[in-house]
């Protein structure tokens, strides 16, 4: 395992990867569920550079989907969840009751998808920041409702401007 922090319009990124380069976590400074550092590996800063300039196409030249190698970690309902939530469009969002609906589960499992969603260890990537209360509130976000609504103004924003890369 090795981890690399780069900057971003939302502060300092934290990318865990494999020795292979497969992503295993994306986290933001102070972010809920956040695995204590030590469990990252060594400090690499030029370790995953194709994650890095994934987010940086993202951030600011208009990347509306990743195609970086990823190594998730997570019960099967989680991963499912995970899996999910990268079929939510670019600059859309849908509630936690519908995405439990659209799996076929009961609209009461909105609970369970919301935690399951709190436990995305690839934010920003795996789009957590695209569920949204039962009234289309933002509610909860690991790492903090402000980024989750850069993040939503961010898509929005970029899918009326013109790309000078798409993916």
């Not at 956040?34 to 300039?53: H, I, K, Y």
């Not at 260890?121 to 850069?150: A, D, E, M, W």
Request: aromatic share 8%.
């Amino acid at each position: 395992m090795t981890y690399a922090v780069i900057d971003s319009p939302l502060g300092p990124l934290t990318l865990v990867g494999t020795d292979a380069g497969e992503l295993t976590g994306l986290y933001m400074d102070q972010q809920l569920y956040r695995p204590e550092p030590e469990t990252f590996g060594d400090r690499d800063d030029s370790a995953l550079p194709g994650v890095a300039e994934e987010l940086d196409e993202y951030f600011h030249h208009g990347r509306t989907t990743f195609d970086v190698p990823m190594r998730l970690a997570g019960t099967p309902f989680q991963r499912q969840i995970w899996t999910a939530l990268q079929a939510i469009p670019y600059g859309e969002t849908t509630t936690y009751g519908g995405l439990a609906t659209a799996l076929g589960l009961k609209p009461q499992s909105a609970r369970a998808v919301g935690l399951a969603n709190g436990k995305n260890p690839i934010s920003i990537i795996i789009p957590c920041h695209r569920l949204v209360g039962s009234t289309g509130n933002l509610t909860g976000y690991g790492g903090g409702i402000q980024r989750k609504q850069f993040l939503l103004d961010h898509e929005r924003t970029a899918m009326h401007a013109e790309p000078t890369r798409r993916a």
